[in-house]
């Protein structure tokens, strides 16, 4: 009878350091292992960009090198962020040191040691590429502003819609500034609204290119709708090929990250083992 009770207290000793063991969760470990694969991935990358852009000819043969330079870039991202997670897995798994605890709660610590760690790089980054996002976007609305707020003229600056006005105006002179500046206006009105300008807008139009290009009101109509039916396809070849490369961007993206957390947890995990495997061997 008493090596029962005996033995009952005992598996309640064990169960009572199995669940503080279970419970025990360290932040220090998790912020080290995500500087660490933060800081090993961020290094990595420099150093491919750095040889990759040495490597690139843009003057000869850029147009054709960037598809291949960015599948490059991609599969080299995809490397680079594995290994920098399976650095700061292995950290903590080396780290985390042994506790009375079985297989099974030991392999599970390990492994939510190294998934946390990865969360928080991804966090980290996400909230360092908002916050250069906002920065950079703040310089160009201040640039912007100082740039039209300084009164220069619209026909010396350089904008989307600056080649598309001289196409018009052709084979006029291009002495009248005020006639391109305005011009140049209701086609990015229009190119604001979709390529889609009014009737107002396009009579106006149609009468600054009749005067300057020297010809029938109805040449210059059929001029504008053909410029700008040029204008809205290129611009639907570009949002279609945006939408490509961003859907592409997100899918590889969000592979990589999922490839991360896989690879941080399973080397927490493999860390931690070795680490048992070592002080075992010592004894």
Do not use: C
């Not at 005996?6 to 279970?22: M, R």
């Not at 300084?150 to 026909?155: E, F, I, P």
């Not at 149609?206 to 040029?230: C, E, F, P």
């Not at 592979?255 to 493999?270: H, K």
């Amino acid at each position: 009878m008493s090596d029962t009770i005996l033995v009952t207290a005992e598996n309640l000793q064990a169960a009572n350091l199995g669940e503080e063991a279970g419970s025990r969760f360290s932040w220090g470990l998790v912020f080290a292992g995500a500087v660490a694969a933060f800081a090993v991935t961020f290094f990595l990358l420099m150093l491919g960009s750095g040889f990759g852009l040495m490597l690139m000819d843009p003057i000869h043969r850029g147009a054709r090198q960037l598809p291949g330079f960015l599948t490059g870039g991609a599969i080299y991202f995809f490397v680079a962020q594995a290994f920098g997670f399976a650095v700061g897995g292995y950290l903590i798994g080396r780290l985390l040191g042994p506790m009375p605890e079985s297989h099974a709660q030991e392999t599970y610590r390990a492994g939510a040691h190294g998934f946390a760690s990865w969360a928080l790089a991804v966090v980290a980054t996400l909230m360092l590429v908002w916050m250069a996002g906002m920065a950079v976007a703040g310089n160009a609305g201040v640039s912007a502003a100082a740039l039209y707020g300084a009164g220069g003229a619209r026909s010396t600056e350089v904008t989307p819609t600056a080649y598309v006005v001289d196409v018009l105006f052709r084979p006029g002179t291009s002495g009248n500034d005020q006639a391109r500046a305005e011009a140049g206006r209701i086609l990015d009105a229009g190119a604001a609204n979709g390529g889609e300008m009014g009737q107002e807008d396009r009579e106006r139009l149609a009468t600054l290119v009749s005067r300057q290009a020297g010809i029938s009101r109805d040449a210059a109509m059929s001029r504008i709708d053909q410029t700008t039916a040029q204008m809205q396809e290129r611009a639907r070849r570009a949002a279609d090929a945006a939408r490509k490369a961003a859907a592409y961007a997100s899918l590889w993206i969000a592979l990589s990250l999922l490839f991360g957390a896989v690879v941080a947890t399973y080397a927490a995990v493999m860390a931690r083992r070795e680490d048992d495997d070592r002080a075992f061997s010592q004894r």
